[in-house]
């Protein structure tokens, strides 16, 4: 199993804690977050992830991957539930009427996949076609990954 949720989260709470700091005028004033909202969506993706991460072990059906299958499916329409019905929804439907929100949405996501696609296909090449050793392939798979993302 993946463990990328447990590196990238100290970088993240970093993240949050450095912009805490920083910040200096005080913005429109705050709405509040439904806790509940945000955690079905967060409990909702996270169960997505570790389902699509274990895939390659586990069979199709096996128990061991239903668990996480349902926990996403139910988080998911707990959130998409909770989204249309409430007054103060976490993320509010109306957002998707905006038509140049919604291109360059569908433009990001085409575009992360295309990147994301490549480099998850780049870095097993490295390694087994042209020979190198794990350590190699990382570092050639972030130095493109670098380089695209500062065009």
């Known amino acids: 199993m993946a463990l990328g949720f447990f590196v990238n989260l100290p970088f993240g709470i970093l993240t949050v ?4 700091l920083h910040e200096r005028e005080p913005g429109p004033p705050r709405r509040a977050v439904l806790v509940f909202g945000f955690l079905s ?23 061991a991957r239903s668990s996480p299958k349902r926990s996403s499916r139910s ?3 707990i959130s998409s539930r ?3 019905t409430s007054k103060r929804p976490f993320v509010a439907v109306r957002i998707f009427r905006d038509w140049n ?9 085409i575009i992360g996949i295309i990147l994301l696609a490549t480099m998850a296909l780049v870095t097993p090449f490295i390694q087994n ?12 798979s972030a130095r493109a990954a670098s380089a695209r993302s500062s065009r």
């Open 17 to 20: 804690l450095a912009l805490r």
């Open 41 to 63: 969506l967060s409990l909702g993706i996270g169960a997505l992830q570790m389902m699509l991460d274990r895939g390659q072990d586990l069979a199709g059906s096996a128990p």
């Open 75 to 77: 988080s998911a329409s």
């Open 82 to 84: 909770r989204s249309t």
């Open 101 to 109: 929100f919604s291109v360059a949405l569908v433009f990001m996501f």
């Open 129 to 140: 076609l042209l020979a190198t050793r794990c350590w190699r392939a990382a570092i050639c």
